[in-house]
């Protein structure tokens, strides 16, 4: 039994992490996240001790380790993308393998720093990367591995997961501390194509908004349209009468790839595969961390070329301004 630190519990993306240590056996000892709602504790790690302050968290680790030869094996971390990069550092201050959720850092400069840092800590830094272990892609990837080795795929990606005022209100709506739409919803799906089709190539944004991004990558054997969104009126017709809020689809020369379901197991198998060994560490995660950085920092080229054809809807204003 390994035991574990978790930073950002009362995050959305917490019970996956809270259910992954459980499912595969090991403990909790200590929490932290500066907001206390955090009741989801009790259905995974009750005695685990939670603190609202890192600085009584971090000396809570050291008393552990030092009074009562508890050592700490890994810190997973939750929090808001522009705090990943300290908090990784903090866990192999501690002595412990991270744990960390995407995007792993913000910038590609970043990952140079904790490269070094990990070879000189002996500890391990790894990302969830959960669509590489999803059998519909890892599938995926099966098929286009063994195909013809000079196809050039055509790819659209659409991404449209709604989301309220409270948005723009949050760190993710602060392109200096989420990255924008593109880091903040879009960097996995960038991972996962970058995974099956190879390098990078070229990389043209069309579209960036307050609530929509769209551009066009180019891969070793793919070209790929792309369009994210959090404005639910973008949102097809046939997905609102269903009630639902987000709608996903990648059309593969003109075939749509199923993988709405099996997510729920996803940071478990994750899990599975760090503890033995076989996790996603940094350069895996480089890849997907340049392209979203190069977006970022993009010129609009506006709809010229192949572009999505998502990116012709209409623009919205931003709630909270008079001009979007």
């Given at each position: 039994?390994?035991?574990?630190?978790?930073?950002?519990?009362?995050?959305?993306?917490?019970?996956?992490?809270?259910?992954?240590?459980?499912?595969?056996?090991?403990?909790?000892?200590?929490?932290?996240?500066?907001?206390?709602?955090?009741?989801?504790?009790?259905?995974?790690?009750?005695?685990?001790?939670f603190f609202v302050e890192y600085e009584r968290f971090?000396?809570?680790?050291?008393?552990?380790?030092?009074?009562?030869?508890?050592?700490?094996?890994?810190?997973?971390?939750?929090?808001?993308?522009?705090?990943?990069?300290?908090?990784?550092?903090?866990?192999?201050?501690?002595?412990?393998?991270?744990?960390?959720?995407?995007?792993?850092?913000?910038?590609?400069?970043?990952?140079?720093?904790?490269?070094?840092?990990?070879?000189?800590?002996?500890?391990?830094?790894?990302?969830?990367?959960?669509?590489?272990?999803?059998?519909?892609?890892?599938?995926?990837?099966?098929?286009?591995?063994?195909?013809?080795?000079?196809k050039i795929y055509d790819i659209d990606l659409t991404?449209?997961?709604?989301?309220?005022?409270?948005?723009?209100?949050?760190?993710?709506?602060?392109?200096?501390?989420?990255?924008?739409?593109?880091?903040?919803?879009?960097?996995?799906?960038?991972?996962?194509?970058?995974?099956?089709?190879?390098?990078?190539?070229?990389?043209?944004?069309?579209?960036?908004?307050?609530?929509?991004?769209?551009?066009?990558?180019?891969?070793?054997?793919?070209?790929?349209?792309?369009?994210?969104?959090?404005?639910?009126?973008?949102?097809?017709?046939?997905?609102?009468?269903?009630?639902?809020?987000?709608?996903?689809?990648?059309?593969?020369?003109?075939?749509?790839?199923?993988?709405?379901?099996?997510?729920?197991?996803?940071?478990?198998?994750?899990?599975?595969?760090?503890?033995?060994?076989?996790?996603?560490?940094?350069?895996?995660?480089?890849?997907?961390?340049?392209?979203?950085?190069?977006?970022?920092?993009?010129?609009?080229?506006?709809?010229?070329?192949?572009?999505?054809?998502?990116?012709?809807?209409?623009?919205s204003k931003h709630p909270f301004r008079k001009k979007?």
């Open positions: 039994m390994k035991n574990f630190a978790l930073i950002g519990v009362a995050g959305y993306i917490a019970p996956r992490h809270l259910m992954a240590i459980k499912e595969t056996g090991n403990n909790l000892i200590a929490a932290l996240d500066k907001f206390d709602s955090v009741g989801i504790m009790d259905s995974y790690f009750p005695n685990a001790d971090d000396r809570h680790l050291e008393k552990l380790r030092y009074e009562k030869n508890v050592n700490l094996d890994y810190l997973s971390i939750c929090t808001p993308n522009y705090l990943h990069d300290s908090h990784i550092r903090l866990g192999l201050r501690r002595g412990a393998h991270a744990i960390c959720e995407k995007p792993l850092v913000l910038n590609p400069w970043n990952i140079d720093a904790l490269e070094a840092l990990e070879k000189e800590s002996g500890k391990r830094i790894f990302n969830i990367l959960q669509l590489r272990v999803h059998p519909t892609i890892i599938a995926l990837k099966k098929k286009i591995d063994e195909g013809p080795e000079d991404y449209l997961t709604s989301r309220g005022h409270w948005y723009y209100t949050s760190w993710k709506g602060d392109i200096a501390k989420s990255g924008g739409i593109a880091t903040n919803i879009g960097v996995h799906f960038y991972d996962m194509l970058a995974w099956i089709f190879g390098t990078v190539k070229e990389n043209v944004v069309h579209l960036h908004t307050h609530d929509r991004a769209a551009g066009y990558l180019v891969f070793e054997k793919a070209r790929v349209r792309w369009f994210l969104s959090i404005n639910y009126e973008l949102l097809p017709d046939h997905i609102k009468e269903k009630g639902q809020r987000t709608y996903r689809s990648i059309l593969i020369e003109g075939e749509e790839l199923e993988f709405s379901g099996g997510f729920t197991e996803l940071h478990n198998e994750s899990y599975r595969r760090i503890l033995a060994g076989e996790g996603y560490g940094i350069k895996d995660a480089r890849t997907a961390i340049e392209v979203v950085h190069d977006i970022r920092h993009a010129q609009p080229r506006g709809l010229k070329g192949d572009y999505h054809p998502f990116a012709r809807k209409k623009l979007s």
